[in-house]
T-cell receptor, first 112, second 108 residues
Framework: NAGVTQTPKFQVLKTGQSMTLQCAQD?????MSWYRQDPGMGLRLIHY???????DQGEVPNGYNVSRSTTEDFPLRLLSAAPSQTSVYFC???????????FGDGTRLSIL | KNEVEQSPQNLTAQEGEFITINCSYS?????LHWLQQHPGGGIVSLFMLSSGKKKHGRLIATINIQEKHSSLHITASHPRDSAVYICAVSRNTDKLIFGTGTRLQVFP
């Protein structure tokens, strides 16, 4: 099993550009989440999904969209990148609510 | 005030020392998680517990639900234990609330 795979690992964007961060898991996990990690702050939840076709907002959803058309994939879209979205983004999955989460290796995103 | 507070923020130790990292939370929880983030950035789940104590190798996690407090202990610390240790709590929802982490450096 590859676990949770995030692509790309690094990305530099200009303000106003859009892009999609990819996340895929091969463990048949129902729960998937996107977090951002900023210096001096804990991981913050952006969006999450409890199963295919179901998504919900987390703590900091503004400026991001998600979809969950399959169990395996949970892409995160930046609609119009802003410097405040410079961060490290982590995708995570778990079998269900009471199981530990498995994290991807992260995507380091810089917005100029 | 954050709902999850960790102490200390930074910790240095000599190889072989016994290490304790603390986590306090202010909300009712269904479970508490300890995670490890290595310098390369990857995050690994170490423990998930809702009561008592769990042990895995040289790592021990305890939780006191009444006092809303958990500790992560590392026995016989080693330089490879150098990492950021993150406490997170889950309530009866699908969301985790994270502490800001404790940066541990173990020197030979």
């Amino acid at each position: 099993n590859a676990g949770v795979t995030q692509t790309p690992k690094f990305q530099v964007l200009k303000t106003g550009q859009s892009m999609t961060l990819q996340c895929a898991q091969d463990m048949n996990h129902e729960y998937m989440s996107w977090y951002r990690q900023d210096p001096g702050m804990g991981l913050r939840l952006i969006h999450y999904s409890v199963g295919a076709g179901i998504t919900d907002q987390g703590e900091v959803p503004n400026g991001y969209n998600v979809s969950r058309s399959t169990t395996e994939d949970f892409p995160l879209r930046l609609l119009s990148a802003a410097p405040s979205q410079t961060s490290v983004y982590f995708c995570a999955s778990s079998l269900n609510r009471v199981q530990p989460q498995h994290f991807g290796d992260g995507t380091r995103l810089s917005i100029l | 005030k954050n709902e999850v507070e960790q102490s200390p923020q930074n910790l240095t130790a000599q190889e072989g020392e016994f290490i304790t990292i603390n986590c306090s939370y202010s909300v009712g929880i269904s479970a508490l998680h300890w995670l490890q983030q290595h310098p390369g950035g990857g995050i690994v789940s170490l423990f998930m517990l809702s009561s008592g104590k769990k042990k895995h190798g040289r790592l021990i996690a305890t939780i006191n639900i009444q006092e809303k407090h958990s500790s992560l202990h590392i026995t016989a610390s080693h330089p490879r234990d150098s990492a950021v240790y993150i406490c997170a709590v889950s309530r009866n929802t699908d969301k985790l609330i994270f502490g800001t982490g404790t940066r541990l450096q173990v020197f030979p």
